[in-house]
């Protein structure tokens, strides 16, 4: 940009152009704005829909608990996702799986029938 014309301005009109610029930026500004809260209440209704097709879904009932840390009772597992890091180094140093079954009694009795 060419500012060499600036020097010879006087001070009034510096002042009205710089006025002019504001205003102009003002508005270029309000524009945006107005055009991200826009694309912003359509990113809303499209994460509220997929919102709402997530609840749709089928609960499911809670799962029991199956396998439990024998040095501290109050972990447990399900045996369903990832397995928990009480269990891995156990397993790794090679016990069985169902050596930690909760009920080992009646899994006893289930492999013998």
């Not at 060419?2 to 510096?14: G, K, M, P, Q």
């Not at 009772?73 to 269990?87: F, H, I, K, N, V």
């Amino acid at each position: 940009m060419n500012t060499a014309h600036f020097s010879s301005l006087s001070v009034d009109e510096l002042w009205i152009l710089h006025q002019d610029i504001a205003a102009k930026l003002t508005q270029k500004i309000l524009a945006q704005k107005a055009h991200l809260e826009e694309r912003l209440r359509r990113i809303g209704l499209a994460n509220e829909l997929t919102r709402l097709n997530h609840k749709r879904r089928r609960p499911y009932p809670p799962v029991r608990p199956k396998y439990r840390n024998p040095k501290n009772p109050a972990e447990t597992w399900s045996g369903r996702g990832r397995q928990p890091r009480w269990l891995r180094p156990q397993l790794r140093s090679g016990r069985n799986l169902d050596d930690f079954l909760i009920d080992q009694a009646s899994e006893q009795k289930r492999h013998t029938n």
